[in-house]
């Protein structure tokens, strides 16, 4: 009869029964399949970079966590290619991350290497210039000595260079001048000597320059004119020397400037008045001291002053009719 509803048969019942019972099981058993698939589907790591990266680490006698990413076997793993885990996150030191994306997705290239304060020695092994995909590169706080390699400018994809606090010696290698995609480079607190190289002036992106003491001596090259997107520039407790140039005056993005403790020839230039978005500006070290604070007059936002050649110090905001 039509519009009356007829029972299944027992037997089919019980086959229905039993599949919604049983199927959560078979999709959850084909979810951890598809997971595991998946990650055995990981791409390799570079053999070149993986092998460096071994020998860096056994140099240094660096102990990594094996739930972090397994470095004797396959190193683009586990937190160094999720999207979760942060290249700064302070609990994973020291650490790297990769990008799989290469040759479509059939290769990973390690990109970031961190080694932040573990009181590494020693020099800088060679195998660490044949990671040529890394742009973010943090050595900082440790005892690294001997001189920076010639070879650091194989890594020519560098967005972040960051040696400071260590041991390091010999001049900076004009080398890094070939890294033209540098924003942030920071070499202070070692133990360099010689001038600054003027193949740096290369560096026409370069927003953030740490050089404070570094070691370094002698005039500020001419090159450094291009150097016009530079945001901070510490370059305190060295022995430049010459004249502060003009030229700064065109570095109209900077907020910080720190030149103290060096030997400048003075005057402090008046072009130094247009670097009116300066909120933090320190100078010393200017041997002739004829020099004025006339040219901070517009510089609204400058909450710090430090002017050793003055003997002046103040915490703004400050009235210009107190100077």
């Not at 470095?71 to 999207?83: F, L, M, Q, T, V």
């Not at 020099?123 to 973010?136: M, V």
């Not at 706080?141 to 972040?160: A, D, E, F």
């Amino acid at each position: 009869m039509e519009g009356v509803w007829k029972s299944k048969p027992k037997g089919q019942l019980d086959s229905l029964s039993r599949c919604f019972i049983a199927c959560p099981f078979i999709v959850l058993i084909s979810l951890v399949h598809t997971a595991h698939t998946q990650q055995n589907q990981t791409p390799p790591t570079d053999p070149d970079e993986a092998r460096a990266l071994n020998s860096i680490f056994q140099k240094w006698k660096l102990p990594v966590q094996s739930s972090y990413w397994n470095i004797s076997g396959k190193p683009c793993s586990g937190r160094a290619i999720d999207n979760e885990t942060h290249f700064d996150d302070d609990n994973y030191n020291p650490f790297i991350k990769c990008d799989c994306n290469f040759n479509n997705g059939s290769i990973c290239h390690i990109t970031q290497l961190k080694v932040y304060a573990l009181s590494v020695s020693g020099p800088i092994p060679d195998e660490l210039w044949n990671l040529t995909y890394l742009f973010n590169l943090n050595l900082d706080q440790n005892v690294l000595t001997g001189p920076i390699s010639p070879s650091i400018g194989n890594l020519n994809r560098m967005l972040y260079l960051s040696f400071g606090i260590n041991a390091l010696s010999g001049e900076i290698p004009k080398e890094i001048g070939m890294l033209s995609n540098l924003s942030s480079l920071a070499f202070g607190t070692n133990n360099f000597s010689g001038p600054l190289p003027s193949e740096l002036g290369n560096l026409t992106k370069l927003e953030q320059f740490y050089f404070d003491s570094s070691g370094v001596s002698g005039p500020i090259p001419s090159t450094y004119a291009s150097l016009k997107k530079l945001r901070i520039l510490w370059g305190s407790d060295n022995a430049l020397t010459g004249p502060i140039p003009d030229f700064i005056g065109n570095w109209t993005q900077l907020t910080q400037l720190m030149f103290l403790g060096n030997s400048f020839d003075g005057p402090i230039p008046s072009s130094l008045s247009a670097l009116i978005s300066l909120t933090d500006l320190r100078i010393g070290g200017v041997l002739n001291r004829s020099s004025s604070l006339a040219f901070i007059k517009d510089m609204k936002n400058l909450r710090i002053l430090l002017d050793k050649c003055l003997d002046f110090a103040a915490n703004f905001p400050l009235t210009f009719g107190q100077l």
